[in-house]
């Protein structure tokens, strides 16, 4: 069988050193870019739901957000309803290096796809999305605590 998941994990290896270099001059790093781009595009998201969008989990979230918010790049206001509720909102810093942060993605991706079709690269999208919801599904169940049988 081929190592397509080793690929998959150097090309976001790569990606992700590259962006950690490139945000250093904005005081963002070890992958909180992630972060930003996340609550500028879902703003007033909750660090339960980002943590699931990221795929990490919510101790490593609330690592991250706490270092963003100590950083002025977002601010956490309490629900209207449900106090105990926090939402995560960008600060005007954070978007203010949102763009950049989305013109590198944007960049990284013209990069990445150079030389294919707009064909080949729909098929890579589906294909991929096929490959991340057959891992959601281990990554939920070993989230909840349970063992994998190989």
């Known amino acids: 069988m081929k190592e397509v998941l080793r690929e998959v994990g150097m ?3 790569a990606l992700d050193s590259i962006s950690n ?3 250093k001059t904005y005081d963002l790093t070890k992958g909180q870019y992630l972060y930003l781009v996340r609550i500028c595009e879902h703003p007033g998201i909750i660090q339960e739901k980002l943590a699931e969008m990221i795929k990490v989990d919510r101790t490593t ?3 991250a957000v706490m270092k963003l918010e100590m950083n002025g790049f977002i601010e956490k206001k309490e629900d209207q309803i449900n106090k105990k509720i926090k ?5 005007e810093k954070g978007m203010t290096v949102y763009p950049f942060i989305k013109r590198e993605n944007d960049y990284s991706n013209t990069v990445a796809l150079s030389g294919f079709s707009e ?5 890579i999208f589906d294909l991929l999305q096929r490959v991340r919801k057959n891992v959601e599904k281990d990554w ?4 909840k605590g349970n063992k994998r049988i190989y």
């Open 11 to 13: 090309i976001a290896r």
């Open 21 to 23: 270099i490139e945000f």
């Open 61 to 63: 979230a609330a690592r």
């Open 87 to 91: 939402k995560l909102f960008p600060t």
């Open 119 to 123: 064909s080949e690269i729909e098929t």
């Open 140 to 143: 939920e169940f070993v989230k």
